[in-house]
Each structure stands twice: as C-alpha cells, then as structure tokens.
C-alpha cells in the first residue's frame, strides 16, 4: 500500500494529472509482462496453474525502491527495517534462486519479471519527463551511506 502512493504521485509529479493513468497502466501491464515468460514456459503443460497479482505488485514495489531506495522494508519475523537498495538486490537474487529451484508452487518469475519490469518503466517514465532517477537513486544511496 506504501509503495502504490509513492509511484503514483511519483508519476503526478512527471506527469501531472495523469499520474494517477499511468500508474494504473504500468499495473495492468504488469500483471501481463510478468506471466509471460511462465506463459511460455507452460503453454504446453497442461497441468500447471498460476494465478496472482504479485508480479504487479512486485514492479510497484521496485518502482517505488527507485524513487525511495533509502525506504525501510520491513520483512515479517525481522524486527529491524532493511534500506531498500539492499532489499531489492537480496530479492531478486532469491526470487532467481527459487525460480530456478522450483518444486514449491510459487511463480517465482513472475516477482522476478515484475520486479525488472518496474524497474524498466519508472526509469523509462522518468527520462520520459525529463528526471535521471538512476542518478537521483545513486545519489541517495551514497548519501545514506555517508552518514
């Protein structure tokens, strides 16, 4: 919930007034990016199954890291807040790890492919408008490490 805020006025602030638009179409675009490398993977399985949002849900969040990448994210049974440019490289490496592991019913590529996927499109928006959000996220990092 944090994170859709953030992107979507993050999007305001490029595109005011139609913010709110183009967070709603990364979304939906999301929801189909993210399942098609399963898609194909599967199209001929007739016994896999795979249903979810959580590949969207995943490119909100990277696209929200790169507007916040000092925001805490807080990971259920880990009572201390990790900064989120080290959250989102710990995830995609796990989601990689697991995805190639498979056996545990969970479509790992598609958090993978929505989490790349995000990322793609907020930095793609971004220079769109006119703002270098790759800088602006180095730039925070460097500073919160400087503390």
Known sequence: YFF???????FEQFFAGSGRW??????VTALFISLLPTYLKHKDDYGYRSLGASG????????GL???PTAKIYIFFIPIGIPGFVFGPLYLLLTAY???KGGDNINHS???WGAL??????IGVGYAAGADLV???IVAVQESLSL
Do not use: C, P, Q, R
Request: aromatic share 18%.
């Open 22 to 27: 183009l967070y709603l179409f990364m979304y």
């Open 66 to 68: 790169i507007l916040a």
């Open 98 to 100: 697991l995805d190639k």
């Open 4 to 10: 859709g805020e953030l992107v979507e006025s993050g």
């Open 135 to 137: 800088t602006n996220f």
């Open 110 to 112: 598609a958090h993978l």
């Open 56 to 63: 969207a849900v995943s490119a909100v969040l990277f696209a």
């Open 117 to 122: 996927y995000g990322l793609v499109f907020i």
